[in-house]
């Protein structure tokens, strides 16, 4: 009995999904695309495996399930660090890139969610620290953060602005990297705004509440309070309350998410 | 000269040209237990729990070089000559690598 062609030809079609979060590599002259949002693929069954040997072997990867949303997500992050730092190589400093690629691998080494990769990536993150001061760091908070449905700084504001400048001055280079330049160092001055609670106990809490309050006087509201793993998170919680009840006209709203293998959540204090 | 190649990070993508040069290649996803049929379809060889290559020796993950075994099985690329282990990270350090 021959390949049932019809279908085969079906499910291919089916298959060459196009998305504009796909990630493209070349293997062995054909092209592999991953889907970020979802693996394009056909679940193995005894129908597969019938068409495997003749078919799949030289046309198709083999995955495993349970890992395949996570391979997806990681790929995606390492490509889009990698576009990211490519893309802005021209227009930043050298040492701003040094920071931005060691950070890229802190976030890939988090992102492992072993205890190995995280050792190692707490160490690298001390070193990125001592190698480029608070900049660096800052530049890694940039690559960690959450704007928008999981877009980072990066994606969300610093890239659509260079576009932007590269489109206004498509001919002038220099031009791009001045204005680009003179931006990236505002958004480093200016970030974060944030008040990150890193550390529990009773005397540094209370020197976060208050610079929070101190905020809140100076009329820079929202601020947003950063916490990462369950006891700083609760900690932060516990000030934002304190904060409220001495400021009423406020409230609080709170996104939790995940860094790497712990937890994390953001605070923010806005008007009512 | 800056090169302003368009980028997939900020915008969808816009030319035909663009959607061409994603054509896919595809993943055939297995459940764990299914590790055996997927070999045994294949023909790649197994010793007990390790996997061998064409070479007939144990086969490695192309990133992290580990012994690749059915336990710990991530990856077959097409071809059936790159494994990869089940550490998610190892898949996608190489395609992060080997982008176009």
Not at chain 1, 115 to 137: D, I
Request: net charge positive.
């Amino acid at each position: 009995m021959g390949l049932p062609w019809a279908a085969i030809k079906g499910f291919l079609k089916k298959l060459n999904l196009f998305d504009k979060l796909n990630v493209n590599i070349i293997i062995a002259n054909r092209s592999l695309v991953l889907n970020h949002s979802k693996f394009n693929a056909l679940l193995f069954d005894e129908t597969t495996e019938k068409l495997a040997k003749d078919l799949f072997r030289y046309q198709f990867g083999f995955g495993r399930v349970d890992i395949a949303e996570q391979q997806s997500e990681l790929a995606y992050l390492s490509y889009t660090h990698e576009q990211l730092i490519k893309a802005l190589k021209p227009y930043l400093p050298e040492s701003d890139i040094g920071a931005l690629v060691a950070a890229s691998t802190v976030v890939r080494l988090e992102d492992k969610q072993d205890p190995a990769s995280k050792q190692r990536s707490q160490e690298l993150l001390a070193n990125l620290r001592r190698a480029y001061g608070s900049r660096g760091r800052k530049i890694y908070n940039m690559l960690r953060s959450k704007v928008y449905q999981g877009a980072t700084i990066f994606h969300s504001i610093i890239m659509p602005f260079l576009e932007e400048a590269k489109k206004t001055y498509p001919r002038d280079a220099w031009k791009v990297r001045g204005i680009f330049s003179a931006f990236f160092d505002d958004i480093l001055r200016y970030y974060p705004r944030a008040i990150w609670v890193d550390n529990p106990n009773p005397k540094a809490l209370k020197r976060r509440y208050v610079r929070i309050l101190g905020r809140i006087t100076k009329e820079q509201v929202p601020v947003s309070v950063y916490a990462r793993k369950t006891k700083c998170i609760r900690a932060a919680e516990e000030i934002c309350e304190l904060v409220l009840k001495a400021r009423p006209e406020l409230q609080l709203t709170k996104e939790t998410y995940t860094l790497g293998s712990d937890i994390a959540c953001m605070f923010t204090i806005v008007k009512k | 000269m800056v090169n302003h190649e368009p980028n997939l990070i900020t915008g969808p993508l816009k030319s035909k040209d663009e959607m061409r040069r994603l054509e896919s290649t595809n993943m055939v996803l297995f459940r764990k237990e299914d590790v055996d049929r997927v070999l045994s379809a294949l023909e790649i060889p197994a010793q007990g729990d390790l996997i061998l290559d064409t070479a007939g020796e144990p086969a490695v993950c192309h990133t992290c070089g580990c012994d690749i075994g059915k336990s710990n099985l991530g990856n077959i690329m097409p071809g059936s000559r790159l494994f990869f282990c089940d550490n998610p990270a190892c898949l996608a350090t190489y395609i992060a690598q080997t982008k176009t």
